[in-house]
């Protein structure tokens, strides 16, 4: 729904930038249902399904979720008009979505949220009947690339172009057994084992090839990511597996006119990075040392104590602080910097992660200071609503007519995914920025650039 505020203005001073000529009709109304296709039930799944599902029976508030509490500043500050981004953009509803999921452990998403631990029997408790009704699909699934588990409900098939021929049927059947209008797919299933994209994932034609012939450089998260871009559903990518950070992706992507983007939810410490770095660096103080330990004890956890996952993980993580404060830029500043990341895993906290992080630096003089945090975070609390920001936003892209890396969604990753040779903004301040004027180019409004001389003539 449009905002009753949208004027059009011209003659604006140099504030203003309008980049095309974007208009609101050229977005297709968010009739229907939306079918949100999870890959992977557990923690993340089942925590966003439990949080949406509270939110329509009002026994809970969206917390975290931009498209759900967020407000837009549209205009002049004197103008005083900041819709609720929801009211201004025309988003699927709450009430719209469907859920789907894929998962080799056949526990259903009430069972999954039980064993995960992640909520209080007390609040998944009243949701039992609508989400033991959620069972997951058998799952394309390997464990040459999940080492950490296994599970029976998987998919056999003589190749892994069949495994994805399944995948793809499954989409369709669920969108016609579901009566959904539309559809999106996030990956919020196990980090897979560290590949880099090869000559197999080049092209269309050769990641083709590749999975008729059992490639080993194609990962099962490949398989749900080729398949729905082969039906033209939009993919996020949660976790840091390569995925479609890929040619052959990205080409799909494009020929399909589908939205992309990804990849590893920007949940706890990196959360935390994004935001303390940018301001460091906004004050010009060096950073010497950046030391960064987690303990959790959930499947994700288990899963990351393999070191092929966590070198998966550690690729997504290093890389913010890097692009944030640009030592090629200020080498007396962060030339020396010592960054490191661990992650180790502790049953006895469950989902209930602590990260600890202590920053060395120093200001005037080169005098030294340390910074320690202790974040006694839950994970999934932090990831839940990304996927359901994820979800409503792909989809409004996809019916504005955007498709390939959608890069204004950066704010919800670790490691923003970007056009080829582009490198990602990583600060949590310009990626929401950026976020924001999307949604008002998008609308047909004035972008912000906050420069505010108006005000003074
Ligand atoms: N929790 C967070 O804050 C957070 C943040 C960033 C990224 N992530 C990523 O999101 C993903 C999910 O995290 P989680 O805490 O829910 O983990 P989880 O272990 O609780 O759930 C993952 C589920 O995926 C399933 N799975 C594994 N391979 C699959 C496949 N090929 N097809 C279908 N299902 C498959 C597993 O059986 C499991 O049930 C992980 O990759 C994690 O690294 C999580």
């Given at each position: 729904?449009a905002?009753?505020?949208?004027?059009?203005?011209?003659?604006?001073?140099?504030?203003?930038?309008?980049?095309?000529?974007?208009?609101?009709?050229?977005?297709?109304?968010?009739?229907?249902?939306?079918?949100?296709?999870?890959?992977?039930?557990?923690?993340?799944?089942?925590?966003?399904?439990?949080?949406?599902e509270?939110?329509?029976?009002?026994?809970?508030?969206?917390?975290?979720?931009?498209?759900?509490?967020?407000?837009?500043?549209?205009?002049?500050?004197?103008?005083?008009?900041?819709?609720?981004?929801?009211?201004?953009?025309?988003?699927?509803g709450?009430?719209?979505?469907?859920?789907g999921?894929?998962?080799?452990?056949?526990?259903?998403?009430?069972?999954?949220?039980?064993?995960?631990?992640?909520?209080?029997?007390?609040?998944?408790?009243?949701?039992?009947?609508?989400m033991?009704?959620?069972?997951?699909?058998?799952?394309?699934?390997?464990?040459?690339?999940?080492?950490?588990?296994?599970?029976?409900?998987?998919?056999?098939?003589?190749?892994?172009?069949?495994?994805?021929?399944?995948?793809?049927?499954?989409?369709?059947?669920?969108?016609?057994e579901n009566?959904?209008?539309?559809?999106?797919?996030?990956?919020?299933?196990?980090?897979?084992?560290?590949?880099?994209?090869?000559h197999?994932?080049?092209?269309?034609?050769?990641?083709?090839?590749?999975?008729?012939?059992?490639d080993?450089?194609?990962?099962?998260?490949?398989?749900?990511?080729?398949a729905?871009?082969?039906?033209?559903?939009?993919?996020?990518?949660?976790?840091p597996?390569?995925?479609?950070?890929?040619?052959a992706?990205?080409a799909?992507?494009?020929?399909?006119?589908?939205?992309?983007?990804?990849?590893?939810?920007?949940?706890?410490?990196?959360?935390l990075?994004?935001?303390?770095?940018?301001?460091?660096?906004?004050?010009?103080?060096?950073?010497?040392?950046w030391?960064?330990?987690?303990?959790?004890?959930?499947?994700?956890?288990?899963?990351?104590?393999d070191?092929?996952?966590?070198?998966?993980?550690?690729e997504?993580k290093?890389?913010?602080?890097?692009?944030?404060?640009?030592?090629?830029?200020?080498?007396?500043?962060?030339?020396?910097?010592?960054?490191?990341?661990?992650?180790?895993?502790?049953?006895?906290?469950g989902?209930?992660?602590?990260?600890?992080?202590?920053?060395?630096?120093?200001?005037?003089?080169?005098y030294?200071?340390?910074?320690?945090?202790?974040?006694?975070?839950?994970?999934?609390?932090?990831?839940?609503?990304?996927?359901?920001?994820?979800?409503?936003?792909?989809?409004?892209?996809?019916?504005?007519?955007?498709?390939?890396?959608?890069?204004?969604?950066?704010?919800?990753?670790?490691?923003?995914?970007?056009?080829?040779?582009?490198?990602p903004?990583?600060?949590?301040?310009?990626q929401?920025?950026?976020?924001?004027?999307t949604?008002?180019?998008?609308?047909?409004?004035?972008l912000?650039?906050?420069?505010?001389?108006?005000?003074?003539?």
């Amino acid at each position: 729904m449009a905002s009753p505020n949208q004027k059009k203005r011209s003659n604006r001073p140099e504030r203003i930038r309008k980049v095309d000529n974007r208009s609101p009709d050229q977005i297709a109304a968010a009739d229907g249902k939306l079918g949100v296709l999870l890959v992977g039930l557990g923690a993340v799944s089942t925590t966003f399904i439990a949080g949406v599902e509270a939110a329509r029976r009002g026994l809970n508030r969206p917390i975290g979720s931009l498209t759900q509490m967020a407000t837009i500043r549209l205009g002049k500050r004197t103008d005083t008009n900041t819709p609720l981004i929801r009211d201004f953009v025309p988003l699927a509803g709450l009430d719209d979505l469907v859920f789907g999921a894929w998962d080799p452990i056949p526990d259903n998403a009430y069972k999954s949220a039980q064993v995960c631990g992640v909520l209080r029997p007390e609040d998944i408790g009243p949701l039992e009947d609508f989400m033991s009704g959620i069972v997951p699909m058998t799952a394309a699934f390997d464990t040459d690339y999940v080492k950490k588990l296994d599970g029976p409900n998987v998919k056999t098939g003589a190749n892994k172009r069949e495994l994805a021929d399944q995948i793809r049927e499954d989409i369709r059947r669920f969108k016609e057994e579901n009566g959904c209008d539309r559809l999106v797919m996030v990956w919020a299933a196990s980090t897979e084992i560290f590949l880099k994209a090869t000559h197999v994932h080049a092209s269309i034609e050769a990641f083709e090839a590749a999975m008729e012939a059992n490639d080993p450089a194609i990962a099962p998260s490949m398989l749900y990511a080729w398949a729905a871009l082969r039906e033209g559903v939009p993919f996020a990518n949660g976790a840091p597996n390569l995925t479609i950070d890929m040619p052959a992706m990205t080409a799909l992507a494009a020929e399909n006119s589908t939205p992309i983007c990804g990849r590893d939810f920007k949940t706890g410490q990196t959360l935390l990075k994004t935001i303390i770095a940018p301001g460091l660096k906004a004050r010009m103080l060096g950073l010497s040392g950046w030391f960064s330990t987690n303990i959790l004890g959930n499947r994700d956890g288990e899963v990351l104590d393999d070191p092929e996952s966590f070198k998966t993980k550690e690729e997504s993580k290093l890389g913010a602080l890097e692009h944030i404060l640009q030592p090629d830029l200020y080498p007396e500043l962060y030339g020396d910097m010592y960054h490191k990341v661990r992650i180790n895993y502790y049953p006895p906290r469950g989902d209930n992660k602590e990260g600890w992080d202590n920053l060395d630096i120093f200001g005037w003089m080169g005098y030294d200071m340390q910074i320690k945090i202790d974040f006694l975070c839950r994970d999934s609390i932090l990831a839940a609503p990304i996927v359901l920001d994820l979800a409503l936003f792909l989809d409004l892209a996809q019916r504005a007519g955007l498709s390939g890396v959608q890069e204004w969604l950066s704010f919800y990753f670790k490691a923003p995914q970007t056009a080829a040779g582009l490198y990602p903004e990583h600060d949590i301040f310009i990626q929401q920025w950026k976020l924001k004027n999307t949604l008002r180019w998008l609308m047909g409004q004035d972008l912000i650039t906050h420069l505010g001389q108006e005000y003074y003539d």
